[in-house]
């Protein structure tokens, strides 16, 4: 049977490094405080450079790992929050300076959900036969976006980019289920309140740091872990499997407390559980990719295994995908 196979994957992250101690010089938070509620030790900061430098250079290493080059791809989707501008959609800029050629590139918006939704939509290109290798990239740089006298949000932002490189393939391997969900009535939840066609930019806009993201965690962290919980159970129904099935669980990279609370309500065992927040800090739509990446180039996502996906965002958004690598 035809499947869309992830063959290749590759991620970016900038080079400068803010630790919580840098944190506690700017804001008033501790080292202590932030890895008690997070489990943040450090997050990578961009400098000058656009969304879409990130995104080419994870980009060009998913391509080097699939073994194609970018006149191969017919698909581009870029998820994303922050991108290089709004107007055009930043997979046009990848496009253009990967040299792919006039394939098709846009952007999706689904908030730290962006790369999954972005997987699904490349698979169901795939599997139709519409498309031949597509390019699916999760890249933000939030920190651009961080309202960084608030020490609520600003210890938890980070920026870089993760790709993945979608094939036609054979099953059993393949992204087997996925389950997209959103809630739109809990939109303030997690939202930048204006820069938008409602709330055009303004100059008492920015004094009042309405062009920066708000978000209400404590109401957040609930919705979530009930949220993925359910999603991840779904995709592991459709497929006639359980959680104890699971060889890795990839969730998304928001918090340490959440992370460890689905974990314990699915019983995945820590040790099948990938969490690098500690380092990377919450890169919304790059963490998965960015995740899977490490941990291919770690030894710890090898051919056969079975790799739950799972993530929550703005919108409200949630969404899981179950994959046999």
Known sequence: MKTAVISGIGSSLPEKVLTNQDLEKIVDTTDEWIRTRTGIRERRIAGDEPVSHYAIEASRRALADAGIGPGDLDLIIVATVTPDRLVPATACFVQHKLGAGRVAAFDIQAGCSGFLYALQVAKMGIVSGTYRNALVVGAELL??????????????????????????GEAPRGILSTRLYANGEMFDLITIPAGGSERPISVEGIQAREHLIRMKGNDVFKVAVRSIEEVSRQVLADEGLTPADVDLFVPHQANQRIIDAVGARLEIGADKVLANIERTGNTSAASIPIALDEARREGRLKSGQLVLLAAFGAGLTWAASLVRW
């Open 143 to 168: 920190s651009k976006l961080t309202n960084w006298t608030d020490r609520t949000t600003c210890v938890l932002f980070a920026d870089g980019a993760g790709a993945a490189i979608v094939t036609a």
